[in-house]
């Protein structure tokens, strides 16, 4: 989703440990609705799960009214790169469904998305599903002080592209803390060596979206929900991720699966 830059701003300890505790909400809301996706059932029926969750945790959705965003959740299937707005569509076997969530706590933001394969899924996706959380962890491994921007995106697009696959390149992850999107952004294509300085501190929402085919993509009537341009599938994997004196820290780690 796409949000007013801000200026990059580090986090200190205190404010990393307050993050963690979003994190820890966000992914019980995944599990909740990882364990509910089923056949049949609707993308509402999700949205509904989630926003259930999110309120018996005491927290409330990043996304439900942002920027007139009506729900709590983006569903996304196939097609569907990102911001796929819940409806009465109905998941099909075989289909790969795109969740991203996020979660405000205590004036703190999270934010992940999971691509998963529901039922029978031919290999052809199953792969590209595979290539998203692979590009992922290509990025985080470039995510270290002294290091620069442009290794984790450079990471990202030579990981999906060496395995046949694009990046999507109108649509990038970005830093989040106080907000849901602060700067810098987090682009999934670029040249390593350039852009920002990589410091302990910085907190990213580092989330690859990778095509099956072109990288283009297209943005429906609705505003929100984008499509590949040539109708292939879309994957999307995304964690927030904090640079510490430890090194990269997935605070959303652990609801891959």
């Known amino acids: 989703m796409p949000g007013k830059r801000r200026l990059i701003t580090l986090k200190s300890p205190r404010e990393i440990d307050m993050m963690c505790e979003s994190a820890e909400i966000l992914k019980k809301v995944f599990v909740g609705v990882r364990e509910a996706l089923n056949i049949g059932m609707t993308t509402q029926d999700l949205d509904r799960i989630a926003d259930d969750l999110i309120l018996r945790n005491k927290a409330r959705s990043a996304f439900k009214g942002y920027r007139g965003y009506p729900a709590s959740i983006c569903v996304s299937i196939n097609e569907t790169v990102v911001h796929g707005i819940p409806s009465n569509r109905k998941i099909r076997d075989g289909d790969i469904v795109s969740v991203d969530m ?133 994957a999307h994997f995304e964690n927030t991720v904090a640079l510490t004196k430890n090194g990269a820290q997935n605070l959303t780690a652990g609801c891959e699966d």
Request: overall charge negative; aromatic content about 8%.
């Open 102 to 234: 996020g979660v405000v706590f205590k004036g703190y933001y999270s934010d992940a998305a999971r691509t998963w394969p529901v039922g029978h899924v031919d290999e052809e996706k199953l792969e590209l599903v595979r290539v998203a959380r692979g590009c992922f962890e290509a990025g985080v491994k470039q995510f270290k002080a002294g290091h620069r921007l442009g290794d984790i995106s450079s990471a990202v697009q030579q990981y999906a592209e060496s395995r046949g696959f694009s990046v999507v390149r109108d649509f990038v992850g970005h830093g989040i803390g106080r907000a849901l999107h602060e700067d810098p952004q987090v682009p999934n294509f670029g040249e390593s060596g350039r852009g920002g300085l990589l410091q302990e501190g910085l907190v990213l929402a580092i989330e690859p979206m990778v095509n099956a085919g072109t990288h283009e993509v297209e943005v429906e009537d609705d505003h929100w929900t984008v499509v590949t341009r040539d109708g292939e599938c879309s």
